[in-house]
């Protein structure tokens, strides 16, 4: 059965949902081993207003290595007026590959609307379950886990219930790569269900050649 994440997306304007104008809820899901669909809806308790927003942006990046965010379509995704539901397909992602996707609202010159207090983010690769989703090491906060990823990783996590086998890891601080799925927007950030995880160094971070000159300069 394929996984549709289902987690709060965005929450705007208030600290407290309960006391926000407006929230949208989503998920996102691999379909048919290489398309991914996402699909986001707009509830309001009360006129939102803001007409400068105008309609969402859909971006991605490669999570390992973290590449830099793309937005997938040609033309703004128009806002809907009230209460509204927006659905999107990317056929360009490739298999075997974790990708973050966000759908962020925007205004007419396609800036992001600083506003709204959280992005959405769906963490995601298809066929689904082919590319790990986190890659990192992990911090262990006592009866829950925090995943720091490496540095040419996106994506940091925490992990409710985490499996005893991870234990070790948070111990050692070995790094792992982590299979499952993850949904994010609530004030926590981004939770991870694990599935299965495997011990993977992260890669070294190259040094830069330099000399006594070159170190000189840096004080002057």
Same mark, same amino acid.
């Given at each position: 059965?394929?996984?549709?994440?289902?987690?709060?997306?965005?929450?705007?304007?208030?600290?407290?949902?309960?006391?926000?104008? !407006?929230?949208?809820? *989503? @998920?996102?899901?691999?379909?048919?081993?290489?398309?991914?669909?996402?699909?986001?809806?707009?509830?309001?308790?009360?006129?939102? @207003?803001?007409?400068?927003? +105008? #309609?969402?942006?859909? /971006?991605?990046?490669? %999570?390992?290595?973290?590449?830099?965010?793309?937005?997938?379509?040609?033309? %703004?995704?128009?806002? *809907?007026? #009230?209460?509204?539901?927006?659905?999107?397909?990317?056929?360009?992602?490739?298999?075997?590959?974790?990708?973050?996707?966000?759908?962020?609202? +925007?205004?007419?010159?396609?800036?992001?609307?600083?506003?709204?207090? +959280?992005? !959405?983010?769906?963490?995601?690769?298809?066929?689904? #379950?082919?590319?790990? %989703?986190?890659? !990192?090491?992990?911090?262990?906060?006592?009866?829950?886990?925090?995943?720091?990823?490496?540095?040419?990783?996106?994506?940091?996590?925490? %992990?409710?219930?985490?499996?005893?086998?991870?234990?070790?890891?948070?111990?050692?601080?070995?790094?792992?790569?982590?299979? #499952?799925?993850? @949904?994010?927007?609530? +004030?926590?950030?981004?939770?991870?269900?694990?599935? /299965?995880?495997?011990?993977?160094?992260?890669?070294?971070?190259?040094?830069?050649?330099?000399?006594?000159?070159?170190?000189?300069?840096?004080?002057?």
């Amino acid at each position: 059965m394929r996984y549709l994440a289902s987690f709060l997306l965005l929450a705007l304007l208030s600290p407290s949902l309960a006391h926000a104008d !407006g929230a949208i809820f *989503g @998920g996102a899901q691999c379909d048919d081993a290489d398309h991914v669909v996402m699909q986001w809806t707009f509830l309001e308790d009360s006129p939102f @207003g803001h007409p400068e927003w +105008v #309609g969402y942006d859909v /971006l991605r990046r490669a %999570i390992d290595p973290c590449g830099t965010f793309v937005r997938l379509n040609a033309d %703004i995704i128009p806002r *809907g007026v #009230g209460n509204h539901s927006r659905d999107f397909t990317d056929t360009t992602p490739a298999t075997g590959i974790a990708y973050e996707y966000r759908a962020v609202p +925007v205004d007419a010159g396609r800036n992001v609307l600083s506003f709204y207090g +959280v992005l !959405g983010d769906f963490f995601l690769s298809c066929p689904d #379950g082919s590319a790990a %989703i986190a890659h !990192g090491t992990l911090q262990d906060l006592g009866g829950a886990m925090f995943l720091i990823p490496c540095p040419e990783s996106c994506g940091s996590f925490y %992990i409710d219930n985490p499996p005893a086998g991870l234990i070790p890891y948070a111990a050692s601080g070995e790094a792992v790569r982590i299979f #499952g799925h993850s @949904g994010c927007g609530g +004030v926590e950030g981004c939770a991870l269900q694990v599935d /299965l995880f495997e011990p993977a160094a992260c890669t070294p971070v190259p040094t830069q050649p330099t000399t006594w000159g070159s170190l000189k300069a840096r004080y002057h």
